[in-house]
Every structure is written in structure tokens, then in C-alpha cells.
């Protein structure tokens, strides 16, 4: 599945947000990511995700689509992280 993940966390959290999503998606802006996963590393991504955010303070968005195909990327403005597999 192809999944583009944000997140919105307490700024002593963002670290380790970060770190924990590079090991699954690519990084594309602050706090946004992408890319294929399967759905069994995608449920441990959000298992780990859960154990540091504050669920009354932070808050992680998930968009799902079966292939990356099946979604449109308009970039205006600079490109953080310019990623070949994405049209």
C-alpha cells in the first residue's frame, strides 16, 4: 500500500517522530512522509508511533491508497526531497 503520514507533535517529540518514521517512509517535507509499505510494518509503524506521542496534545495523520499510481503530486514551490517514484 502507499501511504503518505503527517504528524503534528510536541516539539520534544519531534525527534524521535522523526527517526521513527525514516525507518519506513521517506521524508518529503517537515513532518510529512511517504512511500510503499506493507500493511503488517505499517501497523508496527503506528504501534511504535502511539508509544510517543501525547494523544490529548500530538497527532498523526495517515492517507492510504492501494498504489502511488492512483495519486496526483503537484509541488509548488521548492521540493524538500525530490523522490524518483513519485510522478
Same mark, same amino acid.
Given at each position: &500500500?502507499?501511504?503518505?503520514? =503527517?504528524?503534528?507533535?510536541? $516539539?520534544? *517529540?519531534?525527534s524521535? &517522530?522523526?527517526?521513527?518514521?525514516?525507518?519506513?517512509?521517506?521524508?518529503?517535507?517537515?513532518?510529512?512522509?511517504?512511500? $510503499?509499505?506493507?500493511?503488517?510494518?505499517?501497523? $508496527?509503524?503506528?504501534? *511504535?508511533?502511539?508509544?510517543? %506521542? =501525547?494523544?490529548? *496534545?500530538?497527532?498523526? %495523520?495517515?492517507?492510504?491508497s492501494?498504489?502511488? *499510481?492512483?495519486?496526483?503530486?503537484?509541488? %509548488?514551490? &521548492?521540493?524538500?526531497?525530490?523522490?524518483?517514484?513519485?510522478?
Amino acid at each position: &500500500m502507499y501511504v503518505i503520514l =503527517v504528524y503534528d507533535v510536541g $516539539e520534544q *517529540r519531534v525527534s524521535k &517522530m522523526l527517526k521513527l518514521c525514516r525507518q519506513y517512509l521517506n521524508w518529503i517535507q517537515n513532518s510529512v512522509f511517504e512511500g $510503499e509499505i506493507t500493511e503488517t510494518k505499517l501497523l $508496527e509503524l503506528v504501534i *511504535r508511533a502511539k508509544q510517543i %506521542i =501525547v494523544k490529548e *496534545r500530538d497527532s498523526i %495523520i495517515l492517507f492510504k491508497s492501494r498504489e502511488d *499510481r492512483w495519486l496526483q503530486k503537484e509541488v %509548488i514551490g &521548492m521540493e524538500k526531497n525530490k523522490l524518483d517514484t513519485i510522478i
